[in-house]
């Protein structure tokens, strides 16, 4: 069966729109990620010994007509198309899945990802062009219903999708998660075979980079976070040491201008025995000196661990800190405290890890008096680097359901980007408007980067580490306009 795995062209003539991005957007700093769900349900389905085909439209970026014209090289009247999509630009994907029924008649198109996920039935009731959207992860489902079309067989046996049957829907029974990670092939050499990693960006890392994930489900509950609560669930799976080590060496043999691998797991660091095994094994194999990686990692890291991956090449770990205040990590079930913070940062500072810290605005309890705890705990712990950014709350999160029920959310998903791609600030808040948190988060990022001791830090940095400097200022770049404008 021939499988065509899109990520849709979206607001092309602006910039690279990161659909795969926890809040999709073309961002300020010029990040794409790697459409990491699609590449792994297609290696998936590769291995499957279907025909695959693989386009990533805003990597170029592409528009719609260019999309196309590639798209019609390869495709033909009986391929199922597989579109991923987002919540800001569902209405754009779901035309975008128009345009290609116009062409292909006969052919099948699926819808994937989070918004869909979420919102199955509505997602299906913009067209009769889109046949069926997969709910949850989807490397299994696309396989299934590949091998179903194939063989001509009943297409509501396949577990995971929702269908529109007559004036209603069909839901087919929930698809079981993958728990055999180790059975689905690197993302790495996926990427080798169908794209090029120049063409994408993190600011935090070296560039280029490869994204990863090493595994998959994060047993915490923040009410914000979108792929736990939508995509791929709370129980904690993972690959194997062994496995992911493997993946590294791939990279390391077969992507010379690479130095570092971004691990994209939501907590990479949840299970210790098995961070501390992947790190043996890499400083084992030697792979420290061959490459760097960093992580996402959760403020109960222990310094012991630290160590060990420090020495193992983790050159930054990313917490999500969020708020300085407690009440408000307690009403987001965030499960940290504030006291946390500070040992954590002062135990990577000592390992020698670089923190880049998250900070978010705009959750349940927020006040002006709020935002100021939560700048004021920033400017004290003085990570590497720090982002500041308003909630947008997703279809499918308790943040959203809260946020509607209350009226504080704009209820137009086009909104959720502003005409130019970057992100919008869709909530308001009683006494808290969403331009007084734009300008809050607008004010705290100067603030924290052009303080002169910063600077003089970031400096001292690049000349100790040139590659560093390199993308320290790809990335100032990118922000410069933002951080200056009044």
Not at 20 to 41: D, Q, V
Not at 56 to 74: G, H
Not at 229 to 235: A, E, K, P, R
Not at 368 to 383: C, D, H, I, R, W
Request: with cysteine; proline share 5%.
């Amino acid at each position: 069966m021939k499988i065509y795995f899109i990520n849709p062209p979206f607001k092309a003539e602006y910039g690279k729109f990161s659909r795969e991005s926890r809040s999709p957007a073309i961002t300020k700093s010029g990040a794409l990620y790697y459409p990491l769900w699609l590449i792994y349900a297609a290696a998936y389905c590769q291995k499957g010994g279907h025909e695959v085909h693989f386009l990533d439209a805003p990597a170029k970026p592409l528009n719609e007509d260019e999309a196309m014209s590639v798209i019609t090289s390869s495709a033909d009247d009986y391929t199922l198309f597989v579109l991923d999509t987002s919540t800001p630009s569902i209405k754009s994907d779901v035309a975008f899945a128009d345009k290609i029924r116009a062409v292909y008649p006969h052919a099948y198109i699926v819808l994937v990802g989070t918004h869909p996920s979420a919102c199955a039935e509505e997602t299906l009731g913009y067209s009769s062009s889109v046949d069926a959207v997969a709910i949850g992860e989807y490397d299994e489902t696309i396989r299934e219903l590949a091998d179903a079309i194939g063989r001509k067989s009943d297409i509501t046996q396949v577990r995971g999708l929702c269908l529109r049957r007559g004036d209603g829907f069909l839901h087919t029974g929930v698809m079981p998660m993958v728990k055999d990670l180790d059975g689905i092939p690197f993302a790495s050499a996926f990427i080798k075979e169908f794209l090029n990693e120049r063409d994408y960006f993190f600011a935090a890392a070296t560039y280029p980079s490869i994204q990863i994930f090493t595994g998959r489900g994060c047993p915490f509950h923040c009410n914000f976070c979108v792929y736990p609560q939508t995509m791929h669930g709370h129980v904690f799976r993972a690959r194997s040491a062994e496995n992911v080590v493997q993946e590294f060496e791939y990279i390391a043999a077969n992507f010379p201008d690479v130095h570092e691998v971004v691990i994209e797991d939501d907590t990479f660091t949840v299970n210790k025995k098995r961070v501390l095994e992947i790190c043996r094994l890499l400083v084992e194999r030697g792979m420290q000196h061959r490459l760097r990686w960093l992580c996402n990692a959760r403020v109960n890291l222990d310094f012991e661990t630290m160590c060990a991956m420090k020495k193992a090449g983790c050159r930054l770990i990313i917490p999500g800190i969020e708020s300085g205040n407690q009440q408000i990590l307690d009403n987001i079930k965030k499960g940290t405290r504030v006291g946390q913070f500070y040992e954590y940062v002062a135990n990577a500072k000592k390992a020698g890890l670089l923190v880049h810290a998250c900070y978010m605005v705009g959750n349940k309890g927020e006040t002006k008096e709020t935002m100021a705890e939560t700048l004021k705990l920033a400017l004290k712990l003085n990570t590497d680097t720090a982002q500041f950014f308003p909630l947008i709350p997703y279809p499918g999160t308790e943040a959203y359901d809260w946020a509607r029920q209350n009226g504080f959310i704009e209820s137009d998903y086009s909104k959720y980007c502003l005409p130019d791609g970057t992100h919008n600030t869709v909530l308001s808040l009683p006494g808290l408007s969403a331009g007084e948190m734009v300008a809050f988060c607008n004010m705290a990022r100067r603030k924290y980067y052009l303080r002169p001791q910063y600077i003089f830090h970031r400096l001292c940095v690049g000349l100790s580490h040139p590659s560093d400097l390199k993308r320290s200022i790809k990335a100032f770049g990118k922000l410069k306009h933002y951080l200056f404008a009044k």
